[in-house]
């Protein structure tokens, strides 16, 4: 019998819990601000240079850990993805999945 009604059941799976994710991001950040990572874009080297990062060498950018959490905080929690007709195709973000 058909009641018109429709439900979407997207079940929660994690692998990791809440302290392995925040260990693993302050790894992102301690990695980031001491070790560095290679850019080979000079605008983008200027940008973060700009912004409080420091440059060895050119292209070995360290970035602190502020600008990383500035980034995350002011990134969006979903967009669009355009196909080549500039046609929507699908929302990333929320709990939505694709294969």
Do not use: W
């Amino acid at each position: 019998m058909d009641t018109g009604m429709s439900s979407h059941c997207t079940p929660k799976f994690r692998l990791l819990d809440e302290s392995q994710i925040l260990r693993i991001h302050h790894a992102a950040l301690r990695i980031l601000q001491e070790v560095g990572v290679k850019v080979l874009h000079k605008k983008a080297v200027d940008l973060l240079a700009d912004h409080g990062a420091g440059v060895k060498d050119g292209s070995l950018v360290r970035i602190p850990s502020f600008l990383v959490e500035d980034a995350i905080q002011s990134a969006p929690s979903s967009f669009v993805v355009y196909n080549r007709k500039k046609e929507p195709v699908m929302e990333l973000g929320g709990r939505k999945i694709y294969f």
